[in-house]
C-alpha cells in the first residue's frame, strides 16, 4: 500500500504524476498447436493452421505476443444432418445432403480455413455406418478439399473406439486434430493418434480440474502437450456460457501463470450448441417480439463465440457461413 | 483499496490516549481495518489522516447513475477483472442512438418501439437501459426538441450527444431534472461543457487521446465540481477499445488510481449490424460500462442482453427456484409428472419446452442446491432417494390418478433404482428439453 500517492491524489496540489500504463508480465505461455501437414511434412493439405501460442490474454497484444489469430471451422457432417433447422441447411443451398460437395462449398464458397467433419452417420442410433465405410469417406474427402481436417467420432464411446482408429490410420501423416477424448475413455484414441502423427481433443465436462487431468493422463501415454487440444464443453449464449466462459479465463490465467498442464488451446463448438437452443431455432410466429429468425440464428452462434474469444478460444467450430465470416473479422482483431 | 490495520496505525496519533475507547492506536487501527469502529471516534485524528481513511472506503471504481427515479441505471463500483473471482455487479447499460435530424414522428415511433423492448429469460426481465439523442442537425432547438421526444417516448434513461455548447444547453432545459448523461466532454469543449455538466448535477462520459489526456480531463472536472463521470474509449478498433477497457479496470482496481477509477462507455456505430453485435459482446465481456449502439433490431437488442444477463450472474449462486410441483396449464389426473432439477436454466428450459408443446403438465423441481441435472447426479443431489422425498413431501401421489414418472434422459441410469424407492414407474425422457414436444405428444 502506497500511502504517498493518496496523498498526493487527494490533496491535489502537486502537479500531476505522469500516468503510466500498468503491463503484466506473465511467466507462461500457451503451446502453439499445429494442424495440417503439407507435402514436405508427409501429408497432402494445402496449408496448415497454427493456433495458441499466447503470451497474454486475449486482444491484449500491447503487452505480450499474440502470434496465431483464433481459427474458425466450418462443421460438417459425414451423413445429411438429421436435426439441423432448416435455415442453416438452406444456408449452404442444398449441399448439405452430399457431404463431398458440403466440405467443398465450405472451403471454396465460403473460405474455411478449416474444416472440422462429425462421424454422425457412424452412431448406432443413425443408422451405424461401418468404421470401414468412414475411412474410406474421409479418404475421399481429403482428397476433395487441402484444408486441415478435424475428425470427431459420433459421441458413442464402444463405437467410437473401433471407429476411430481406422480413421486416425485413413489419414496418417495429415496432422489432422481426433476427438474426442475423455476422462474415461482416453486411451484407444491416444494410441492411434500418437502413431499417426495427429493431435486429440481432450474433452472435460466444464471442470477445471478434470482438464488439466486429462491432459495429464493423456501426455503420460507419451503424445505431448503441444498435441493437445483443450475442449472445455460450452453452452451457448443464455444456455450456461458463463460457466465455461469462467473455466476458460481460469485455465488460461493459470497457463499463462506458469502452469504447463493446462497450457493447451481451446476448442469451442460453438455451432452445436447454438443451433438447438431455442432462440436460435423458433419460428418467429411463436416468438414475434425476438425478431428475424434468420439474423436471430446467425446473432446468437456469432454472439456466443465472440464472447468465448474474450475468455480465450483458439478454434471456434462453428455451423452458419455467415456467423463464421463475422466472427473470423473479429478474431483478426486480436 | 482496502488498508490493513498497519497501514491505519502508521497515520493514527499513536498517543494510546484511550478516548476511542480502546486501550492502544493499534487496537483501534485493527477495528478500523475491520470497519468495526468509525474513524470519527479519534478526536486527535489529523485532517490529512481522515481524508485517506474517508478515501480508502471509497469503493475503487465510482457508482455513477444515469437517469432519475427508480428506473435509472446506476454503473461502476465493480470490484474485480475477472467474474470468477467474485462477480460483476452493476451490469452495463444497454442503449440505442437516435439522430435529431429525423422527422419528430418517426423519432417518437422509433423511441416508442425501444422503450417497449422487453424479454423475460429464466425469470428476470430484461430491457435495454438508456436512449441516446445525437444531434446532426445545426439547430439547437431542433435538437432539444428531438431529446425531449425521444425521452418522453421511450421512458429511457437519457444520453445527450450535443455538437456544441448551445445543443447541450438547449437539451439540458428540455430534460431539466432527468438526470442525463453528458456525451461527451474532450479537451476541446470542457470550458463549455464543464460548468453546464456542474451546474445540471448531471454525469458526463469523458475522452482524452492518451492515458495522460484522460486523466487530466478527469482531474480538471473534478475540479470544476463535476463527480459523476464515464471513461470514453472513443471510436477505436476492438483491440484497442479492449485495451483501453482493460488499463482503466486495472489502474482502478490494482494501483487505486482514482483518476481512472470510473466505469467506462463505448459507443459502437456506422457498421451493420452483425458487426455492431458481435464488437458489442466483446465489450459487455471486457469492462464497458455502458454501450450505445446504432442498430435496435430486436435480434440483436435480445441476443446482447442475454449475454449481459450471463456474464453478470453470480458465479458463486447459481439462479434457482423454489423446490416444489409446478402446475403448468390445465393440468389434471392424467397429465404426466416430469421429474427436473430447481437450476433456473434447467426448470425454465424445461417449462418453455413443455408450454410449447401445448400438453398440460407437473413439474417437480427437486431441491438439487441449484445445480443441473448432471451436476446434480454427479454430487449426488439428484439421486432416487432425493426425488422419492420431494414426490412425497410435495404430495405429488394425490394429484394425479396414475403412477407414471418422466426423468430426464440423462439420468436414465437411476430408473430401476428409482422405481424401486419411489415405488412410481418410470419413464426415461429425452436427455435435451428440446425433445419434449415430440416427446410429450407422443406419450398421449
Given at each position: 500500500m502506497k500511502l504517498m500517492n493518496n496523498v498526493t491524489l487527494i490533496s491535489g496540489e502537486t502537479k500531476m504524476s505522469r500516468q503510466e500504463e500498468m503491463l503484466e508480465k506473465w511467466q507462461g505461455e500457451v503451446f502453439t498447436c499445429v494442424i495440417g501437414a503439407k507435402k514436405d511434412e508427409g501429408g497432402t493439405r494445402g496449408s496448415v493452421v497454427k493456433v495458441g501460442g499466447e503470451k497474454t490474454l486475449p486482444f491484449l497484444d500491447k503487452e505480450g505476443s499474440l502470434p496465431n489469430t483464433a481459427a474458425v471451422a466450418l462443421e460438417i457432417f459425414d451423413v445429411p444432418p438429421a436435426d439441423w433447422p432448416e435455415e442453416l441447411v438452406a444456408a449452404y443451398g442444398g449441399v448439405t445432403a452430399n457431404p463431398l460437395e458440403w466440405a467443398d462449398a465450405c472451403v471454396r464458397k465460403f473460405g474455411a480455413e478449416l474444416l472440422c467433419v462429425k462421424l454422425a452417420g457412424a452412431h448406432p442410433d443413425a443408422g451405424g455406418r461401418s468404421p470401414e465405410q468412414e475411412a474410406a469417406f474421409l479418404s475421399k474427402l481429403a482428397a476433395a478439399v487441402n484444408v486441415p481436417l478435424i475428425v470427431r467420432g459420433c459421441g458413442d464411446d464402444v463405437k467410437d473406439n473401433t471407429l476411430l482408429p481406422l480413421c486416425s490410420e485413413a489419414l496418417k501423416g495429415?496432422?489432422?486434430l481426433f476427438g474426442s477424448a475423455s476422462q474415461d475413455n482416453y486411451k484407444t484414441l491416444t494410441a492411434a493418434v500418437t502413431a499417426d502423427g495427429h493431435g486429440i481433443i481432450a474433452e472435460s465436462p466444464i471442470d477445471l480440474n478434470i482438464a488439466k487431468q486429462l491432459n495429464i493422463l493423456i501426455s503420460d501415454l507419451g503424445l505431448p502437450l503441444e498435441r493437445i487440444v483443450m475442449d472445455p464443453t460450452i453452452g451457448a449464449l443464455g444456455y450456461g456460457l458463463e460457466y465455461a466462459y469462467s473455466i476458460m479465463e481460469r485455465a488460461r490465467l493459470a497457463a499463462l501463470s506458469g502452469d504447463r498442464n493446462v497450457a493447451c488451446p481451446f476448442i469451442c463448438f460453438t455451432g452445436q450448441e447454438t443451433w438447438k437452443v431455442k432462440e436460435a431455432v423458433a419460428a418467429r410466429a411463436d416468438f414475434p417480439h425476438w425478431g428475424d429468425k434468420e439474423k436471430r440464428g446467425i446473432l446468437w452462434e456469432a454472439v456466443t463465440a465472440s464472447a468465448?474469444?474474450?475468455a480465450g478460444a483458439d478454434i471456434l467450430v462453428m455451423r452458419h457461413p455467415k456467423a463464421a465470416e463475422e466472427i473470423k473479422k473479429y478474431a483478426c482483431h486480436r | 483499496m482496502a488498508l490493513s490495520g498497519l497501514d491505519?496505525?502508521?497515520?493514527?496519533?499513536?498517543?494510546?490516549?484511550?478516548?476511542?475507547?480502546?486501550?492502544?492506536?493499534?487496537?483501534?487501527?485493527?477495528?478500523?481495518?475491520?470497519?468495526?469502529?468509525?474513524?470519527?471516534?479519534?478526536?486527535?485524528?489529523?485532517?490529512?489522516?481522515?481524508?485517506?481513511?474517508?478515501?480508502?472506503?471509497?469503493?475503487?471504481?465510482?457508482?455513477?447513475?444515469?437517469?432519475?427515479?427508480e428506473g435509472c441505471l446506476k454503473v461502476g463500483n465493480e470490484t474485480v477483472l475477472f467474474r470468477h473471482e467474485e462477480k460483476f455487479r452493476n451490469p452495463c447499460g444497454?442503449?440505442?442512438?437516435?439522430?435529431?435530424?429525423?422527422?419528430?414522428?418517426q423519432i417518437k415511433r422509433t423511441a416508442s418501439r425501444l422503450g417497449g423492448v422487453s424479454f423475460e429469460r429464466v425469470g428476470q426481465i430484461l430491457k435495454p437501459d438508456v436512449i441516446a439523442v445525437r444531434q446532426s442537425s445545426n439547430s439547437a432547438e431542433k435538437f432539444a426538441a428531438a431529446v425531449k421526444a425521444a425521452v418522453d417516448a421511450s421512458g429511457l434513461n437519457p444520453v445527450l450527444m450535443p455538437s456544441d455548447a448551445s445543443g447541450l444547453r438547449a437539451a439540458l432545459e428540455a430534460v431539466k431534472g432527468a438526470a442525463p448523461l453528458i456525451y461527451r466532454v474532450t479537451k476541446d469543449n470542457i470550458r463549455e461543457f464543464m460548468p453546464l455538466a456542474a451546474q445540471a448535477r448531471v454525469p458526463a462520459a469523458v475522452y482524452g487521446d492518451t492515458l495522460e489526456e484522460q486523466a487530466e480531463l478527469v482531474k480538471e472536472l473534478n475540479g470544476g465540481g463535476v463527480a459523476q463521470i464515464l471513461l470514453d474509449t472513443g471510436e477505436q478498433e476492438p483491440r484497442e477499445r479492449i485495451w483501453r477497457l482493460t488499463q482503466w479496470r486495472r489502474?482502478?482496481?490494482?494501483?487505486?488510481?482514482?483518476?481512472?477509477?470510473?466505469?467506462?462507455?463505448?459507443?459502437?456505430?456506422?457498421?451493420?449490424?452483425?458487426?455492431?453485435?458481435?464488437?458489442?459482446?466483446?465489450?459487455?465481456?471486457?469492462?464497458?460500462?455502458?454501450?450505445?449502439?446504432?442498430?435496435?433490431?430486436a435480434e440483436e437488442?435480445?441476443?446482447?442482453?442475454?449475454?449481459?444477463?450471463?456474464?453478470?450472474s453470480d458465479p458463486q449462486k447459481p439462479l434457482q427456484i423454489e423446490?416444489?410441483?409446478?402446475?403448468?396449464?390445465?393440468?389434471?389426473?392424467?397429465?404426466?409428472?416430469?421429474?427436473?432439477?430447481?437450476?433456473?436454466?434447467?426448470?425454465?428450459t424445461v417449462l418453455g419446452e413443455v408450454e410449447s408443446s401445448k400438453v398440460p403438465s407437473y413439474i417437480v423441481s427437486v431441491d438439487t442446491e441449484g445445480m443441473s441435472v448432471l451436476t446434480a447426479w454427479a454430487a449426488e443431489k439428484f439421486t432416487p432417494e432425493k426425488i422419492t422425498d420431494s414426490?412425497?413431501?410435495?404430495?405429488?401421489?394425490?394429484?394425479?390418478?396414475?403412477?407414471?414418472?418422466?426423468?430426464?434422459?440423462?439420468?436414465?441410469?437411476?430408473?430401476?433404482?428409482?422405481?424401486?424407492?419411489?415405488?412410481?414407474?418410470?419413464?426415461?425422457?429425452?436427455?435435451?428439453?428440446?425433445?419434449?414436444?415430440?416427446?410429450?405428444?407422443?406419450?398421449?
Open positions: 495429415e496432422r489432422c468465448l474469444l474474450q | 491505519i496505525y502508521k497515520i493514527l496519533p499513536k498517543t494510546n490516549c484511550k478516548e476511542c475507547g480502546f486501550v492502544t492506536c493499534l487496537a483501534f487501527a485493527m477495528q478500523l481495518a475491520k470497519k468495526g469502529v468509525e474513524a470519527g471516534k479519534c478526536p486527535y485524528l489529523s485532517e490529512e489522516a481522515g481524508n485517506i481513511l474517508a478515501d480508502a472506503g471509497r469503493p475503487p471504481i465510482n457508482l455513477v447513475s444515469i437517469g432519475s427515479g444497454i442503449g440505442f442512438i437516435i439522430d435529431d435530424v429525423l422527422p419528430e414522428e489502474q482502478a482496481l490494482k494501483k487505486n488510481n482514482r483518476l481512472l477509477g470510473y466505469p467506462a462507455v463505448t459507443v459502437l456505430k456506422g457498421k451493420d449490424p452483425y458487426s455492431v453485435a458481435v464488437e458489442a459482446a466483446g465489450d459487455i465481456c471486457k469492462y464497458a460500462g455502458l454501450i450505445l449502439l446504432e442498430v435496435s433490431e437488442t435480445l441476443a446482447l442482453l442475454t449475454l449481459r444477463q450471463n456474464i453478470y423446490p416444489k410441483v409446478y402446475t403448468i396449464g390445465n393440468a389434471g389426473k392424467e397429465s404426466p409428472v416430469l421429474i427436473t432439477t430447481n437450476f433456473s436454466l434447467t426448470y425454465f414426490l412425497q413431501k410435495f404430495g405429488v401421489s394425490g394429484l394425479v390418478g396414475h403412477n407414471r414418472l418422466i426423468i430426464p434422459g440423462y439420468v436414465a441410469m437411476m430408473s430401476g433404482n428409482l422405481e424401486e424407492k419411489s415405488g412410481w414407474e418410470v419413464v426415461v425422457g429425452p436427455k435435451e428439453a428440446s425433445g419434449l414436444p415430440a416427446f410429450l405428444k407422443n406419450l398421449s
